[in-house]
């Protein structure tokens, strides 16, 4: 299973979207505490409201409650990290526990230290400070799934049609 983490997240609306990133994809999210927001506030459901009654996700108070017992790859990104994200593999035959930190911060440092080799960047601007938060899960998680041959997603539209432009 492909699973995102958020690591004391702040901004209602990032979580938002993530959460709707997260449903589509058919991610697990896990949420460390402390949030900076309220997860019954009316702009996190706002953002990810078609979809919140699908998303499987779990609340952790902490980082400690969270990575106990749990086992498979871990893929932190961090703008600290030494190796560029295009330098990961995901491995499909584990549980995959893909790490964002908190918008102001990120990570941990020591938590960082601890998993140093799977630590990595998102290439970009050599000035630039950071990418939205939830961009770099869309960009992490899609990358993933790509690897990982995007397991039972459609790949047609099913909604309106396969056939929905030829009908124009």
């Given at each position: 299973?492909?699973?995102?983490?958020?690591?004391?997240?702040?901004?209602?609306?990032?979580?938002?979207?993530?959460?709707?990133?997260?449903?589509?994809?058919?991610?697990?999210?896990?949420?460390?505490?402390?949030?900076?927001?309220?997860?019954?506030?009316?702009?996190?459901?706002?953002?990810?409201?078609?979809?919140?009654?699908?998303?499987?996700?779990?609340?952790?108070?902490?980082?400690?409650?969270?990575?106990?017992?749990?086992?498979?790859?871990?893929?932190?990104?961090?703008?600290?990290?030494?190796?560029?994200?295009?330098?990961?593999?995901?491995?499909?035959?584990?549980?995959?526990?893909?790490?964002?930190?908190?918008?102001?911060?990120?990570?941990?440092?020591?938590?960082?230290?601890?998993?140093?080799?799977?630590?990595?960047?998102?290439?970009?601007?050599k000035n630039a400070?950071?990418?939205?938060?939830?961009?770099?899960?869309?960009?992490?998680?899609?990358?993933?799934?790509?690897?990982?041959?995007?397991?039972?997603?459609?790949?047609?539209?099913?909604?309106?049609?396969?056939?929905?432009?030829?009908?124009?």
């Amino acid at each position: 299973m492909i699973n995102i983490v958020l690591y004391e997240p702040e901004i209602p609306q990032n979580t938002g979207n993530i959460m709707r990133t997260c449903s589509v994809f058919e991610m697990k999210l896990h949420l460390i505490e402390p949030l900076g927001f309220s997860l019954d506030e009316k702009h996190l459901k706002r953002c990810g409201l078609d979809y919140i009654s699908e998303l499987d996700y779990t609340v952790y108070k902490n980082w400690d409650e969270f990575i106990k017992d749990k086992e498979g790859q871990f893929v932190f990104f961090s703008r600290y990290a030494l190796k560029s994200f295009n330098e990961c593999v995901f491995d499909k035959e584990k549980d995959i526990y893909m790490v964002f930190g908190k918008e102001s911060t990120g990570i941990d440092k020591q938590i960082l230290k601890d998993h140093l080799d799977e630590c990595y960047r998102i290439p970009m601007r050599k000035n630039a400070r950071s990418l939205n938060l939830s961009n770099c899960v869309a960009i992490g998680a899609y990358e993933c799934l790509r690897q990982t041959g995007f397991g039972d997603l459609s790949d047609r539209e099913v909604i309106k049609g396969e056939d929905f432009l030829l009908r124009c």
